[in-house]
């Protein structure tokens, strides 16, 4: 949320395209963590743990190329890392004494961040520690993130203590002390983590897991694991280490100042903009400015501002106007009292659920490509100007054959997203 | 185009509903002209001389109450007084011998600048001088107006001389001299201004100077008649008087500093927002800006240089997204390459033109009311989640029974506004 408008409930900021590849092409957090460590580490076995609404963004920005590790209910960090310990261990026959990194998807660091995930793996496969830690060298006394305090100062020492995030002077006092940003990144050896997870979690392997997830204890990997642990130590890290959970940090790392229809007039100082409707934005005299407009609202804030934008978000927060889906994206392009507008646009192979709707009847009209219609069980080829209306209870799907746009019009009251019936489809469609 | 993106091609600034009636609805400049006139002068005859694209906004807002003056061209306002004049004498048989007042209908003013108007007409009446004009007491050494030279301090006085947009300095000599600034407000006989056109322009009455308007030649009306006129005095008025020409003028004469949906934060200071969008506008440490956004753009301006968009508008303009229009209004919702979705909502009673369109299909699907749908000469009724076909050269058009909304998808290559013919209605559907 705190990427509004762009980050929303489903749409995550590791998956906001604000970045640039080395290609010059839009790129997302995850998308560059990913080509990062591909490259540091290649062959390297990836496997993302989730929830389920990032499926369809996970695999629209990074294909097949990665094994997802759905998380069935929301829990915290330990439940999560033991789901996807027992999913290595049971479903991928990973062996126990191979070593595994957990690390988040959203940091923006430099290519020597994963040469550091190398050594942490030797370190665990060397198992002279339990668990290694990646310890970042503090570029000024923050009161956001949890310390690390090492031992002594060598590049790889043992952890004394683990500090919660502190305030200023505290700060100061821990970066006196040598102590290091804890990143979130630990390393070991997955037998270890099976160990820890079968101490405290009572299941047998990962379906059962999978199948009790929702009834888990909602805990830290850090509280409950990390620091227990006795045999601990932690690999320094001094190259770039971002956290671009902000506007304000996020922009430091964008390449140029505008992505998306924009105008900085010559009065303009340090202001960026992200603009990801149709229309123009033009900025005038805009200081030290962040502008960032979507379909579910539009910010204006001054960069340091921003960092404080949570508490207004939860109190503005609306109807989702843009999804990325499996099969595609919807864009709600008109709300009205007893009808919705939407644009659905579908990518070519790709199709809806079959489904349909209690409340509401629904009217295609197919805007742009080539596809089939199932109502009812019964197909039909549709392309541009044709006219599909669905009564409620009509059961329905679309296959696109190419890219495929077509404005939904949904009318009935009380229009509403869990308002839908799935069923199963014929194979002979497919 | 200076109060963009709220004002375009279409629509102008006086129609802007961003004041505030006395009964705390919104109201636009127009209108409160309109009201401050008639409330100081009742009965009086007020006609406003505009071109046709303003028609359908003045019906919209003022209704009936008053008389319009077509100019079927853009010229300057020499031409445009003498057709409002000849419309006078010709078409409402107004005598020679009535004063007249000519003024612009944005001036932000208090009642008291309608009282002056009584005054100026008596003194168009009496005829001692052939025109009067209105000098309003200047408040500062403003650049952007042109001044008159009195000859004396009197309330009354003879002009000695006009003078064009100075600079700083030659303005505060200006002031120094007592000049007042040229408000665009003149009052003589109506028989003065038909000679004065009669001189200049070759025509004979109100219809032959309609028929020949795109040859009449562009000139002002100060530099053809007011500057070269001796009999000429000025009537000095010491009230409000501002001219909400820019963002920054406009904003001070708000009542409120948010219009539409929209969060400033604690932290912001002077600043106003005006959202027509349907999504929020979240603001935070935003010092003296202005916020505005509509269908056509957003504009994120710090106040002082929002007097300096123009060119850069003129860059960016594209597409007007929205428009009044006499039957109603339209909201472009979506443009893709060889379709666009557009709401188009009909006002209970009103219709379109009967029209088909040669190189684009459209299909409506009706989102609320009930109406009747003309297709190829045969009527059909209407309502929620009824469709509507209309290939190429097919001719349609559709009465509203009640508040009418359509989504309408328009496909084919090359989509213009050009594309459009007229005919004539059969009179049995009305």
Known sequence: ???????????????????????????SMIMRVYRQASRVAPGVRIVVATGKKQISAIRNQLGDRVDICVEPDRRDTFPAICLAASFLADERKMPGEEPVIICPVDPYVEDSYFEAFAEMAALAAENRAALTLLGLEPTYPSEKYGYIIPEDGERVSRVAAFKEKPDLSTARQYL???ALWNGGVFACRLDYLLEKAHERLDFTDYRDLYGRYADQEKISFDYAVAEREDRIQVLRYSGTWKDLGTWNTLTEAM??????????????ENTHVVNELNVPILCMGCKDMVVAASGDGILVSDKGQSSYIKPYVDRIRQ????AEKSWGSF???????????????????HNLYYHSHEHRDEVWTVAQGQGRVILDGVQQ?????????MPAGCRHTVFAD???KIIEVQLGEGISVEDKVKYDMDPRWI
Chains 1, 2 share one sequence.
């Open 381 to 389: 080829k549709v392309g541009p100007g044709d006219v599909v209306s």
């Open 331 to 349: 864009t709600v392009l008109d709300v009205q009292e007893g009808s919705m507008t939407i644009k659905v646009e579908l990518m070519p192979g």
């Open 1 to 27: 949320m705190r990427l509004w408008p762009l980050s929303n409930e489903i749409r995550s900021k590791q998956f906001l395209k604000l970045l640039e590849g080395p290609d010059g092409e839009p790129e």
């Open 255 to 268: 390449e140029g100042h505008i992505l998306g229809k924009a105008t900085l007039n010559e009065t303009c």
């Open 176 to 178: 006196a002390q040598g």
């Open 402 to 404: 190419s890219w495929l």
């Open 319 to 322: 109807q989702v106007m843009y």
